[in-house]
């Protein structure tokens, strides 16, 4: 049972590159949920999607684009890296209101 | 403000002792709280969901104050693993399963 996958575990971009982060769950969790971490903030909310071929923006979408074509699949592109997205991206899936969720294991992106 | 604020640490605590500490949340809609665990570089892990009327797991015993809109999370009889941060979680009522984290605090267990 292998939970929330997530891929690359590491990357490192140029400024301006773009690149997609890969969510793969097989709880057959509605719920989806892109977050970057940085040190001393917390975890913050990219974007999430309450259903396949849903999407909506959470508290620091701008530079992200999500796509959620298929349940068990979230993925979260950058179209032109900048340095501020250096980050550790966690992807999470849940069962909605009054649960936890699963996270998968992190990728940790370089913008340089 | 922040949503949900917690003492960053470290709360440096001796292997067998217990340890205690406690995080704010703002919106008093609030209607789930979790305490997640996270180790260095890893993924936070769901430790214990909290509950009204306060909960047990173990050596760790969660309570719930909505009067004074704070949650806490005590360790007794610490151990070396125990070393970690304590992410404090909050669902707000309106929130599409969405979770607020707070910043953590660090605890480390000491020989």
């Known amino acids: 049972n292998a939970g929330v996958t997530q891929t690359p575990k590491f990357r490192v971009l140029k400024t301006g590159q773009s690149m997609t982060l890969l969510c793969a769950q097989d709880m057959n969790h509605e719920y989806m949920y892109w977050y970057r971490q940085d040190p001393g903030m917390g975890l913050r909310l990219i974007h999430y999607s309450v259903g396949e071929g849903t999407t909506a923006k959470g508290e620091v979408p701008d530079g992200y684009n999500v796509s959620r074509l298929k349940k068990q699949n979230f993925l979260l592109g950058l179209e032109s890296a900048a340095p501020s997205q250096t980050s550790v991206y966690f992807c999470?899936?849940?069962?909605?209101?009054?649960?936890?969720?699963?996270f998968g294991s992190g990728t940790r992106l370089t913008v340089v | 403000r922040k949503e949900v604020e917690q003492d960053p640490g470290p709360f440096n605590v001796p292997e067998g002792a217990t340890v205690a500490f406690n995080c704010t949340y703002s919106?008093?809609?609030?209607?789930?709280f979790f305490w997640y665990r996270q180790d260095c570089r890893k993924e936070p892990k769901l430790l214990m969901s909290?509950?009204?009327s306060g909960n047990e797991d173990g050596r760790f015993t969660a309570q719930l104050n909505r009067a004074s809109q704070y949650i806490s999370l005590l360790i007794r009889d610490s151990k070396l693993s125990d070393s970690a941060t304590y992410l404090c979680v909050v669902s707000p009522t309106d929130s599409w399963g969405k979770l607020q984290f707070g910043a953590g605090t660090q605890v480390v267990v000491t020989p």
């Open positions: 919106n008093s809609a609030s209607q789930s």
């Open positions: 909290v509950y009204s």
């Open positions: 999470a899936s849940g069962r909605g209101q009054g649960s936890g969720y699963t």
